[in-house]
Protein backbone atom coordinates (compact mmCIF):
# COMPACT_ATOMS: atom_id res chain seq x y z
CA UNK A 1 0.00 0.00 0.00
CA UNK A 2 2.71 2.19 -0.29
CA UNK A 3 1.57 5.14 -2.32
CA UNK A 4 3.83 7.99 -3.47
CA UNK A 5 2.04 11.22 -2.07
CA UNK A 6 1.66 15.36 -2.66
CA UNK A 7 5.02 15.23 -0.50
CA UNK A 8 7.23 13.10 -3.03
CA UNK A 9 6.61 15.76 -5.85
CA UNK A 10 7.26 19.12 -7.46
CA UNK A 11 4.54 20.41 -8.83
CA UNK A 12 5.72 24.25 -9.14
CA UNK A 13 3.91 25.76 -12.22
CA UNK A 14 2.39 22.48 -13.28
CA UNK A 15 -1.35 21.86 -13.77
CA UNK A 16 -2.68 19.57 -11.20
CA UNK A 17 -5.72 17.73 -11.37
CA UNK A 18 -7.27 16.52 -8.11
CA UNK A 19 -9.70 14.58 -7.37
CA UNK A 20 -11.61 15.88 -4.06
CA UNK A 21 -14.59 14.63 -2.41
CA UNK A 22 -17.12 17.22 -2.32
CA UNK A 23 -20.23 15.17 -2.30
CA UNK A 24 -21.95 17.25 0.53
CA UNK A 25 -25.69 17.46 1.50
CA UNK A 26 -26.74 20.92 -0.04
CA UNK A 27 -30.46 22.43 1.42
CA UNK A 28 -31.86 25.55 -0.31
CA UNK A 29 -28.66 26.30 -2.41
CA UNK A 30 -26.74 26.03 1.03
CA UNK A 31 -23.86 23.23 2.38
CA UNK A 32 -25.46 21.29 5.42
CA UNK A 33 -22.62 19.62 6.37
CA UNK A 34 -18.87 20.92 5.45
CA UNK A 35 -16.80 17.97 6.82
CA UNK A 36 -15.27 16.87 3.42
CA UNK A 37 -14.99 20.48 2.27
CA UNK A 38 -13.04 20.78 5.42
CA UNK A 39 -11.12 17.19 4.74
CA UNK A 40 -9.80 18.36 1.00
CA UNK A 41 -8.21 21.36 2.67
CA UNK A 42 -4.70 20.45 3.48
CA UNK A 43 -4.52 19.06 0.35
CA UNK A 44 -5.54 21.96 -1.78
CA UNK A 45 -3.65 24.31 0.73
CA UNK A 46 0.06 22.33 0.02
CA UNK A 47 -0.42 22.43 -3.79
CA UNK A 48 -1.44 25.81 -4.01
CA UNK A 49 2.08 26.95 -1.76
CA UNK A 50 4.06 24.98 -3.81
CA UNK A 51 2.69 27.02 -6.92
CA UNK A 52 0.79 24.40 -8.17
CA UNK A 53 -1.71 24.97 -10.77
CA UNK A 54 -4.94 23.60 -8.95
CA UNK A 55 -8.12 22.22 -11.12
CA UNK A 56 -10.56 20.22 -8.52
CA UNK A 57 -13.04 17.88 -9.75
CA UNK A 58 -15.58 15.89 -8.07
CA UNK A 59 -19.18 14.57 -8.59
CA UNK A 60 -22.19 15.28 -6.63
CA UNK A 61 -25.39 12.85 -6.28
CA UNK A 62 -26.21 10.84 -8.79
CA UNK A 63 -27.47 13.00 -12.07
CA UNK A 64 -27.00 9.51 -14.16
CA UNK A 65 -25.26 11.55 -16.92
CA UNK A 66 -28.02 14.48 -16.96
CA UNK A 67 -27.28 18.50 -16.05
CA UNK A 68 -28.98 18.43 -12.61
CA UNK A 69 -28.71 22.67 -11.68
CA UNK A 70 -29.70 21.05 -7.51
CA UNK A 71 -26.09 19.18 -7.82
CA UNK A 72 -24.05 21.41 -9.30
CA UNK A 73 -20.59 22.59 -7.56
CA UNK A 74 -20.99 26.20 -7.87
CA UNK A 75 -21.97 26.47 -4.01
CA UNK A 76 -18.66 24.23 -2.84
CA UNK A 77 -16.52 26.56 -5.20
CA UNK A 78 -17.99 29.64 -2.98
CA UNK A 79 -17.16 28.18 0.18
CA UNK A 80 -13.71 26.66 -0.72
CA UNK A 81 -13.23 30.73 -2.01
CA UNK A 82 -14.45 31.18 1.87
CA UNK A 83 -11.97 28.76 3.63
CA UNK A 84 -9.20 29.27 1.08
CA UNK A 85 -8.85 33.13 1.98
CA UNK A 86 -8.76 33.53 -2.82
CA UNK A 87 -11.35 33.18 -5.33
CA UNK A 88 -12.04 29.61 -6.44
CA UNK A 89 -12.74 29.90 -10.12
CA UNK A 90 -15.80 27.68 -11.04
CA UNK A 91 -15.73 26.42 -14.21
CA UNK A 92 -19.59 26.42 -15.57
CA UNK A 93 -19.49 23.79 -18.12
CA UNK A 94 -22.78 21.38 -18.36
CA UNK A 95 -20.08 19.24 -20.49
CA UNK A 96 -17.33 19.42 -17.37
CA UNK A 97 -14.39 19.74 -19.90
CA UNK A 98 -15.65 22.60 -21.98
CA UNK A 99 -14.72 25.78 -23.19
CA UNK A 100 -15.18 27.57 -19.98
CA UNK A 101 -13.15 24.74 -18.62
CA UNK A 102 -10.11 25.24 -20.76
CA UNK A 103 -10.31 28.95 -20.69
CA UNK A 104 -9.60 29.06 -16.99
CA UNK A 105 -7.26 26.82 -17.20
CA UNK A 106 -5.27 28.27 -19.72
CA UNK A 107 -5.42 31.87 -17.58
CA UNK A 108 -3.96 29.88 -14.47
CA UNK A 109 -1.23 31.12 -13.04
CA UNK A 110 0.82 29.20 -10.09
CA UNK A 111 -1.04 28.97 -7.31
CA UNK A 112 -4.52 29.59 -8.25
CA UNK A 113 -7.66 27.37 -7.61
CA UNK A 114 -10.16 25.76 -10.67
CA UNK A 115 -13.15 23.86 -10.05
CA UNK A 116 -14.76 21.72 -12.47
CA UNK A 117 -18.70 21.05 -12.60
CA UNK A 118 -20.14 18.11 -11.41
CA UNK A 119 -18.44 14.58 -12.72
CA UNK A 120 -21.31 12.63 -13.29
CA UNK A 121 -23.34 15.20 -15.44
CA UNK A 122 -21.06 13.15 -17.90
CA UNK A 123 -22.66 9.46 -18.57
CA UNK A 124 -19.11 8.49 -19.55
CA UNK A 125 -17.47 9.32 -15.52
CA UNK A 126 -19.72 6.27 -14.03
CA UNK A 127 -18.96 3.76 -16.70
CA UNK A 128 -14.83 4.49 -17.01
CA UNK A 129 -15.18 5.29 -20.65
CA UNK A 130 -11.57 6.73 -21.84
CA UNK A 131 -12.99 9.71 -24.07
CA UNK A 132 -13.87 11.36 -21.12
CA UNK A 133 -10.85 10.07 -18.97
CA UNK A 134 -8.66 11.75 -22.01
CA UNK A 135 -10.24 15.21 -21.87
CA UNK A 136 -9.75 15.10 -17.93
CA UNK A 137 -6.35 14.60 -18.73
CA UNK A 138 -5.54 16.98 -21.52
CA UNK A 139 -5.81 20.02 -18.36
CA UNK A 140 -3.17 18.46 -16.20
CA UNK A 141 -0.07 16.67 -15.93
CA UNK A 142 -0.24 16.36 -12.65
CA UNK A 143 -2.88 13.64 -10.91
CA UNK A 144 -3.77 13.75 -7.16
CA UNK A 145 -6.31 11.41 -5.64
CA UNK A 146 -7.93 12.58 -2.27
CA UNK A 147 -10.78 11.13 -2.63
CA UNK A 148 -10.75 7.82 -0.51
CA UNK A 149 -14.83 7.52 -0.37
CA UNK A 150 -14.44 6.94 -4.23
CA UNK A 151 -12.07 4.70 -3.93
CA UNK A 152 -13.77 1.47 -4.62
CA UNK A 153 -15.20 2.77 -7.76
CA UNK A 154 -12.89 2.45 -11.06
CA UNK A 155 -14.61 5.76 -12.39
CA UNK A 156 -13.20 8.08 -14.93
CA UNK A 157 -11.85 10.68 -12.96
CA UNK A 158 -10.80 7.84 -9.82
CA UNK A 159 -9.07 5.51 -12.17
CA UNK A 160 -9.45 6.07 -16.03
CA UNK A 161 -7.92 9.58 -16.33
CA UNK A 162 -4.39 8.11 -14.83
CA UNK A 163 -3.70 6.08 -18.09
CA UNK A 164 -2.99 9.36 -19.56
CA UNK A 165 -1.17 11.50 -16.90
CA UNK A 166 2.22 9.88 -15.90
CA UNK A 167 2.51 11.28 -12.30
CA UNK A 168 -0.42 9.82 -10.04
CA UNK A 169 -0.52 10.37 -6.35
CA UNK A 170 -2.15 10.11 -3.43
CA UNK A 171 -3.39 13.36 -1.23
CA UNK A 172 -2.99 13.41 2.57
CA UNK A 173 -6.59 12.68 2.99
CA UNK A 174 -6.47 9.31 1.06
CA UNK A 175 -2.81 8.79 2.89
CA UNK A 176 -4.24 9.23 6.07
CA UNK A 177 -7.12 6.81 5.05
CA UNK A 178 -4.37 4.38 3.69
CA UNK A 179 -1.95 4.59 6.82
CA UNK A 180 -4.88 4.27 9.49
CA UNK A 181 -7.18 1.63 7.93
CA UNK A 182 -4.21 -0.55 5.96
CA UNK A 183 -1.84 -0.44 9.10
CA UNK A 184 -5.09 -1.45 11.41
CA UNK A 185 -5.84 -4.38 9.33
CA UNK A 186 -2.30 -5.22 7.83
CA UNK A 187 -0.28 -4.87 10.67
CA UNK A 188 -1.47 -4.00 13.96
CA UNK A 189 -0.74 -3.61 17.06
CA UNK A 190 -2.18 -6.14 19.04
CA UNK A 191 -4.34 -7.54 20.62
CA UNK A 192 -6.35 -6.27 17.37
CA UNK A 193 -9.87 -6.12 18.38
CA UNK A 194 -12.16 -5.44 15.20
CA UNK A 195 -16.00 -4.84 16.00
CA UNK A 196 -18.97 -5.19 13.07
CA UNK A 197 -22.38 -4.15 13.83
CA UNK A 198 -25.04 -2.73 11.63
CA UNK A 199 -28.41 -4.79 10.07
CA UNK A 200 -27.63 -7.82 7.71
CA UNK A 201 -24.76 -10.26 7.36
CA UNK A 202 -24.89 -10.53 3.93
CA UNK A 203 -23.56 -6.96 3.84
CA UNK A 204 -20.71 -7.72 5.89
CA UNK A 205 -19.84 -11.35 4.37
CA UNK A 206 -16.14 -11.00 3.42
CA UNK A 207 -15.54 -8.89 5.83
CA UNK A 208 -16.16 -10.96 8.61
CA UNK A 209 -14.14 -13.79 6.79
CA UNK A 210 -11.33 -11.64 6.46
CA UNK A 211 -11.15 -9.78 9.77
CA UNK A 212 -11.00 -13.20 11.20
CA UNK A 213 -7.96 -13.77 9.71
CA UNK A 214 -6.89 -10.75 11.00
CA UNK A 215 -8.01 -9.83 14.44
CA UNK A 216 -7.57 -11.36 17.49
CA UNK A 217 -11.21 -10.69 18.60
CA UNK A 218 -13.90 -9.85 16.45
CA UNK A 219 -16.99 -8.73 18.27
CA UNK A 220 -20.49 -8.84 16.62
CA UNK A 221 -23.38 -6.51 17.54
CA UNK A 222 -26.31 -4.64 15.55
CA UNK A 223 -29.34 -7.02 13.59
CA UNK A 224 -26.22 -9.04 12.09
CA UNK A 225 -26.13 -10.89 15.91
CA UNK A 226 -29.42 -12.46 15.68
CA UNK A 227 -28.39 -14.38 12.53
CA UNK A 228 -25.55 -15.67 14.87
CA UNK A 229 -27.71 -16.55 17.39
CA UNK A 230 -30.29 -18.54 15.38
CA UNK A 231 -27.05 -20.49 14.14
CA UNK A 232 -26.54 -21.29 17.73
CA UNK A 233 -29.71 -22.53 18.08
CA UNK A 234 -31.26 -20.45 19.71
CA UNK A 235 -34.87 -18.81 19.87
CA UNK A 236 -34.90 -15.32 18.65
CA UNK A 237 -38.46 -13.90 18.40
CA UNK A 238 -39.30 -11.53 15.28
CA UNK A 239 -35.90 -9.82 15.30
CA UNK A 240 -34.13 -9.46 12.22
CA UNK A 241 -32.65 -12.41 10.45
CA UNK A 242 -30.73 -13.68 7.31
CA UNK A 243 -31.92 -17.19 6.86
CA UNK A 244 -30.12 -17.70 3.64
CA UNK A 245 -26.96 -17.13 5.81
CA UNK A 246 -27.47 -19.22 8.76
CA UNK A 247 -24.79 -21.80 7.56
CA UNK A 248 -22.62 -19.36 6.60
CA UNK A 249 -22.87 -17.88 10.54
CA UNK A 250 -22.07 -21.48 11.46
CA UNK A 251 -18.77 -21.86 9.25
CA UNK A 252 -17.90 -18.74 10.66
CA UNK A 253 -17.86 -19.52 14.15
CA UNK A 254 -16.01 -22.96 13.08
CA UNK A 255 -13.12 -20.62 11.69
CA UNK A 256 -12.67 -18.70 14.47
CA UNK A 257 -12.38 -21.91 16.81
CA UNK A 258 -10.08 -23.40 14.34
CA UNK A 259 -8.36 -20.25 13.93
CA UNK A 260 -7.66 -19.87 17.72
CA UNK A 261 -9.42 -16.56 17.61
CA UNK A 262 -12.15 -15.15 20.34
CA UNK A 263 -15.09 -14.37 18.41
CA UNK A 264 -17.55 -12.73 20.79
CA UNK A 265 -21.82 -12.19 20.20
CA UNK A 266 -24.28 -10.61 22.63
CA UNK A 267 -25.18 -12.46 25.92
CA UNK A 268 -28.32 -10.66 26.53
CA UNK A 269 -30.23 -7.63 24.39
CA UNK A 270 -32.90 -5.36 24.52
CA UNK A 271 -36.18 -6.51 23.20
CA UNK A 272 -39.64 -4.63 22.15
CA UNK A 273 -42.47 -5.89 20.64
CA UNK A 274 -42.61 -3.59 17.53
CA UNK A 275 -40.16 -1.79 15.76
CA UNK A 276 -40.18 1.91 16.52
CA UNK A 277 -42.31 3.61 13.69
CA UNK A 278 -41.14 6.50 13.58
CA UNK A 279 -37.42 5.78 14.49
CA UNK A 280 -37.27 7.69 17.04
CA UNK A 281 -40.68 7.11 18.46
CA UNK A 282 -40.75 6.09 21.85
CA UNK A 283 -41.38 2.10 22.60
CA UNK A 284 -41.28 -0.25 26.00
CA UNK A 285 -38.55 -2.11 26.15
CA UNK A 286 -36.77 -4.87 28.58
CA UNK A 287 -33.51 -6.53 28.87
CA UNK A 288 -33.22 -10.07 28.64
CA UNK A 289 -30.70 -12.73 28.28
CA UNK A 290 -30.07 -13.80 24.48
CA UNK A 291 -31.45 -17.37 25.28
CA UNK A 292 -34.88 -15.99 26.66
CA UNK A 293 -36.49 -13.74 23.75
CA UNK A 294 -39.83 -14.75 23.57
CA UNK A 295 -41.33 -15.79 20.32
CA UNK A 296 -43.26 -12.38 20.31
CA UNK A 297 -40.69 -9.99 20.47
CA UNK A 298 -37.62 -8.61 18.43
CA UNK A 299 -33.88 -7.71 19.62
CA UNK A 300 -32.96 -4.34 18.82
CA UNK A 301 -29.86 -3.31 20.88
CA UNK A 302 -27.31 -5.06 22.60
CA UNK A 303 -28.16 -5.77 26.78
CA UNK A 304 -26.26 -4.46 29.41
CA UNK A 305 -24.56 -7.48 30.27
CA UNK A 306 -23.17 -7.19 26.84
CA UNK A 307 -21.94 -3.51 27.03
CA UNK A 308 -19.87 -4.86 30.01
CA UNK A 309 -18.12 -7.62 28.11
CA UNK A 310 -17.35 -5.54 24.86
CA UNK A 311 -16.39 -2.23 26.74
CA UNK A 312 -13.52 -4.71 28.96
CA UNK A 313 -13.08 -6.17 25.52
CA UNK A 314 -11.90 -2.45 24.18
CA UNK A 315 -10.11 -1.37 27.15
CA UNK A 316 -7.58 -4.38 27.00
CA UNK A 317 -6.97 -4.01 22.94
CA UNK A 318 -3.88 -2.01 21.24
CA UNK A 319 -5.91 -1.82 17.82
CA UNK A 320 -9.65 -1.17 17.62
CA UNK A 321 -11.62 -1.18 14.01
CA UNK A 322 -15.18 -0.80 14.51
CA UNK A 323 -17.73 -1.11 11.96
CA UNK A 324 -21.32 -0.63 12.30
CA UNK A 325 -23.49 0.34 14.87
CA UNK A 326 -24.78 -2.19 17.66
CA UNK A 327 -28.58 -1.29 17.48
CA UNK A 328 -31.24 1.16 16.10
CA UNK A 329 -29.10 3.81 17.13
CA UNK A 330 -30.98 6.39 15.66
CA UNK A 331 -33.80 5.92 18.43
CA UNK A 332 -32.54 7.24 22.30
CA UNK A 333 -33.88 4.50 23.84
CA UNK A 334 -32.17 2.08 21.36
CA UNK A 335 -29.21 3.91 21.48
CA UNK A 336 -27.10 2.37 24.67
CA UNK A 337 -25.37 0.05 23.31
CA UNK A 338 -24.19 1.83 20.23
CA UNK A 339 -23.02 4.46 23.01
CA UNK A 340 -21.71 2.05 25.40
CA UNK A 341 -18.93 0.97 22.54
CA UNK A 342 -18.21 4.52 21.48
CA UNK A 343 -17.78 5.29 24.95
CA UNK A 344 -15.27 2.72 25.55
CA UNK A 345 -13.23 3.70 22.22
CA UNK A 346 -12.82 7.72 23.23
CA UNK A 347 -11.65 6.33 26.35
CA UNK A 348 -9.12 3.59 25.33
CA UNK A 349 -5.46 4.66 24.80
CA UNK A 350 -5.68 2.09 21.86
CA UNK A 351 -5.48 3.28 18.12
CA UNK A 352 -9.02 3.48 17.50
CA UNK A 353 -10.31 3.16 13.64
CA UNK A 354 -14.09 3.55 12.38
CA UNK A 355 -14.74 2.47 8.96
CA UNK A 356 -17.33 5.13 8.01
CA UNK A 357 -20.87 4.74 7.13
CA UNK A 358 -23.15 4.49 10.03
CA UNK A 359 -20.56 4.25 12.36
CA UNK A 360 -19.13 7.12 11.76
CA UNK A 361 -22.35 9.36 11.70
CA UNK A 362 -22.89 7.81 15.02
CA UNK A 363 -19.82 8.87 16.75
CA UNK A 364 -20.25 12.44 15.36
CA UNK A 365 -24.06 12.16 16.46
CA UNK A 366 -23.09 11.30 19.68
CA UNK A 367 -19.99 13.92 20.25
CA UNK A 368 -16.85 11.12 20.44
CA UNK A 369 -15.49 12.03 17.10
CA UNK A 370 -12.55 14.58 18.60
CA UNK A 371 -11.69 11.23 20.58
CA UNK A 372 -11.06 9.14 18.02
CA UNK A 373 -7.73 8.26 15.99
CA UNK A 374 -9.29 8.14 12.67
CA UNK A 375 -12.43 8.19 11.18
CA UNK A 376 -12.69 7.42 7.64
CA UNK A 377 -14.36 8.92 5.19
CA UNK A 378 -15.59 6.59 3.03
CA UNK A 379 -18.20 4.01 3.50
CA UNK A 380 -18.14 1.76 0.70
CA UNK A 381 -14.61 2.31 0.06
CA UNK A 382 -13.70 0.95 3.83
CA UNK A 383 -16.01 -1.66 3.51
CA UNK A 384 -14.38 -3.04 0.68
CA UNK A 385 -10.44 -2.10 2.50
CA UNK A 386 -12.11 -4.21 5.48
CA UNK A 387 -12.57 -7.27 2.79
CA UNK A 388 -9.19 -7.16 1.44
CA UNK A 389 -10.14 -6.09 -1.59
CA UNK A 390 -7.90 -4.14 -3.83
CA UNK A 391 -9.67 -0.16 -4.42
CA UNK A 392 -9.33 0.78 -8.31
CA UNK A 393 -8.57 4.43 -6.84
CA UNK A 394 -5.54 3.42 -4.88
CA UNK A 395 -4.02 0.29 -7.13
CA UNK A 396 -3.68 3.03 -10.77
CA UNK A 397 -1.59 5.68 -8.13
CA UNK A 398 2.56 5.37 -8.82
CA UNK A 399 4.05 2.77 -6.13
CA UNK A 400 6.57 4.70 -3.79
Not at 202 to 216: M, P, R
Not at 240 to 259: G, N, P, Q, S
Not at 287 to 296: G, M, T
Request: proline share 4%; glycine share 10%.
Amino acid sequence: MAKKTVDDICVKGKRVLVRCDFNVPIKDGKITDETRILGALPTIKKLVADGGKVILCSHMGKPKGEVVPALSLAPVAKRLSEHLGKEVVFAADDCVVGENAKAAVEKMADGDVVLLENTRYRKEETKNIETFSKELASLAEVYVNDAFGSAHRAHCSTAGVTDYIDVCVSGYLMGKELQFLGGAVENPERPFVAILGGAKVADKLNVISNLIEKCDTLIIGGGMSYTFAKAKGLEIGKSLVDDEKIDYCKEMMEKAEKLGKKLLLPIDTVISKTFPDPIDAQIEVENVDVEKIPSDMMGLDIGEKTRELYAEEVRNAKTVVWNGPMGVFENPILAKGTIAVAKALAETDATTVIGGGDSAAAVNTLGFAEDMSHISTGGGASLEFLEGKELPGVACLNDK
